[in-house]
Every structure is written in C-alpha cells, then in structure tokens.
C-alpha cells in the first residue's frame, strides 16, 4: 500500500515538473535558438557545403520572357492619334549565371567573383522565333533627336538631313532578335563619321549576353550570418546595399538560393537594379505556400516608384530638375547614354491611371505584373520571385525635326520582361526536411506541456478513487432484505 502511495505521489511530481518544464521551455526559447544556431552555421560560403555549391552554380532555373508592344497605328500616331498597341509574347530564354574566378579573401570572410549571365532562347516556351517582325519605336533616332533638339539650327537642320538620307523615322520594325541583343543602326553609322567612338550597334540588351557587369567582392558570412552573399564592392565601389550578387537583378537572391536567414515580417528587403539606375525594396504581404513549403511574399511598394511629392528619393528622375512624370514612371535616361528610356511596371501597373488611357491596349493586372519574391522565413531561401519592369520610350514632337510629325506626348510601351524562379524539386525536398526539423523542435515544448497535462489527469483520478469510501460486504446490502413483506 505504501508503495502505491509513493508511485502515485511521485507521479503527480512529476506531472508539475514536466509541465514547467514545457512552459519554462516556450518562454526561454531553447529549441527555436538552437535551430537558429544550426541555421546560422549553414548560412556560410564556404567550400565543400551546400550553400557554396548553390551559390557557385544555382539550381533552380531562371527564365527571362520579353513581351513586346507591337505598334498597329504608326500612321495615325503622326497625325496625333493615341497610340494602339498589341503585346506579343512571350520570347522566353533560360538565363545561366554561374559564379566565375571565384577567390576567398580576408580569411574567408570575403570571397571575389564574376558573375556571367549567358541567354538560351527557348522555343517551345516562346509564342514564336526570334525571327518574329516587331513595329515600335526607333529608340536611336529618337536619342539623336533628343541630343540634338536644343542646337543651334543649322546643326539639327544637317541631323535632320541625314536622318532622312538614311530613312531614320520615329518608328522602325525589326526582329525580336535584333531589339533585344542589337542591330547596326544606319543612322548611328553615319554619324561614327564625325564621332568615332559612337557605337553603331543598338539592342535594348546589346552586351548583355555571354558577359558579365564587372568584379564582385562578397562576404561569406563567416562573421556574421546575415552577411551571407551581401556584396561588399562591385568594381571597387563599396557601401553597397543590394540584395545579393548582381547589381542588375533582384532574381540573383536565389544564387547561393539564401539571404538574411530567419526573415521577419516587419524586415525591409533591399535591392539594387541597374535597370532603374537605385536601389529598390520590398515589404512583406501575405503569407504563401510554393510547393508544400511556408513563406513570406515580399513586394516592392507603390511608393518605390511615386512622385517627388510622394517619395522625396525619387528626385533625381525628374529631369531637367523638377520635371517629374508622375507616379509609377522613372526617367532612366541618364544612365542610358541619354536615350528617352522610361521605366515602369507592366501596363502601367500602379502608375497615375492616365499613362494607362494615353495607350490602347494597356490592361494593368496585379497577379501579371506586379514585381513579388516568396521567402522561407527560417533559412531565407527564395521560393518563388518574378521582377517585372517596363521599358517605355518618351514621345514628344520635336518642331526642328519633322519626322516626329504632329505626334501628342506620351509615354509608350516597347516591351516588358519577367524574369521569374522557382525552387528546384531536389532544393524543395530539402527545405521540407527543414521544415519538418523545426516542426518538431518548436512543438517539443508542447509535447511535455500535453504530457504533464496528461499525467496530472491520471494522477487526479488516480487521487480521487483511493479517496473513495471502502465498505464489507454486509454494508453494501439493500436496507431492506427480501424477507420483507409490505403491510
């Protein structure tokens, strides 16, 4: 009897010590800081792991589709019509970006590297070959018109000539191939004669192709976790804050396939697009789910692309000084060699809606065209992103140039690209083993939390029936025996 007692007692002890063990544990943390010490400790670029593998030679594969704008009233345009456009596409090509000439710096903290981007097209992907004829605006023209619009008479009246002696109109129809990875100009040939280091060829992404945009130095994250794949300098500039390894593109996050592990909703991500000639960044949505596996959805705001009055960063796109287009349009031209290139989200995508109406053909759509990038929030690796952008060309008439007509200004569109990655099946399997991992450990606490519940249940009814009055057997009979008889 006394040593059911004991039994009895010790498990009610040990009901309380195991449910403050489960409580003391959620309050203190332990299992969650011990996955982010694990985490921490893969998050480093380093030979013979994972993520240095990943990083050197990224797994999953980033697709880059161009939709053009194809021009079906050019004519009528001159005469100051509104422009209407049919977008084509997509043309979509497999972009390859190994790490080059890699090269460990600083005792491993820093490692050097050359980032080539290489473009496949890919066919079966594509609406139609390279071959495709596109009617749209004739960008060299228009940045010769441009350079030249405030000279004095006789020299836009010579510039004018030529253009006319080389059939230089403000519109030209070309190949798919030949607007994206360029094309000798006629105009801009003739023009080498008085300017001999002019470029003769033209492409919205001539020498982007088999190249790459200079030297990287990274950390390695061996110092400090968050620092994994940070760029340090690009071609010796430094106090650089961009997302990881390419000054170009925030899709380049998914080389290494991790950064700024443990992601929190209130994080602000930062980018830097040579697109946009800034840095850009992105704040959290929505929760997702790509393949089985939890995330973050990440999107850059509104006020990324506003006005001066709205976003005071945006001043340097107002050019001349205080020309500002409005919200959802950066004037890129000066980093474009003065060509009137402005950038936006496709279709005008949270733009001022009258950039929209100024065109036929614009149909903005959130799910199509808006710039997002889904996270695991333990490791940082990305999911699942699409950067999208807009190249659009300033329209405007230009009186000492008569093949500008009478057309009205407007922004119109040329193409838009979305270059997109989603995780690898094989990278996916991986993380759902994580996923799995910290299932576990966050839920262990829980478990001795339900387990001392559980034994405290037992030990209560346990309690409860050796308190229950024991009586003979003479005690337990009826008050009234069987031999009774009722009056």
Known sequence: MLLKSCCLYSMGVSAILILIAGITLILSDVF???????????????????????????????????????????????????PAVVEIGPYTYREYRPMEQVAFLDN??????????TYIFQPDMSTGPESDLIRTANVPAMTVMETFKFKLKIETEFISALMKANKADLFTTRTVGELLWGYEDA???ALKVFQHDLDTVFGLFYKANATNDGDYVFFTGQQNYKDFARVDTWNGKSNLTWWTTDECNMINGTNGASFHPIIAKNETLYMFSSDLCRSMYALYTEDVSVKGIPGYRFVPPS??????????????????????????????????????????????????????????????????????????????????????????????????????GNVRTVVLPVVYLNESV????????????????????LNIPFLFIGLGILLGAIFMLLMCRQKEPQYTAAERQPLLGSHCQTP
């Not at 400790?41 to 161009?66: C, H, I, R």
Request: glycine letters at 6%.
């Open 422 to 441: 989603v995780i690898d099946g094989q990278s996916a399997k991986k993380v759902l083993v994580v996923v799995a991992e910290e299932n576990i450990m």
């Open 32 to 82: 969650q800081d011990i996955l982010y010490s694990l985490v921490k400790k893969e998050v480093v670029l380093k030979n013979g792991t994972d993520s240095f593998e990943a990083w050197e030679n990224p797994p999953p594969p980033v697709y880059m589709q161009f939709y053009f704008f194809n021009l079906t009233n050019h004519l009528e345009v001159l005469d100051g019509e509104r």
């Open 108 to 117: 491993g903290t820093k490692v050097a590297a050359v980032n080539t981007k």
């Open 187 to 189: 105009l801009l040939k």
């Open 303 to 404: 006020h990324v692309f506003a006005n001066l009055t709205v976003n005071p960063d945006n001043a340097g796109f107002c050019v001349p000084a205080g020309n500002c287009l409005g919200s959802g349009l950066l004037n890129v031209s000066a980093c474009k060699q003065g060509a009137p290139i402005i950038m936006s989200s496709p279709h005008f995508y949270q733009a001022d809606e009258r950039f929209a109406e100024d065109v036929f053909g614009m149909k903005p759509n959130k799910d199509q065209h808006q710039t997002a990038i889904d996270i695991h929030p333990l490791t940082g690796i990305i999911l699942q992103a699409a950067k999208r952008l807009q190249i659009n060309v300033y329209l405007e008439k230009i009186p000492a140039f008569s093949q500008t």
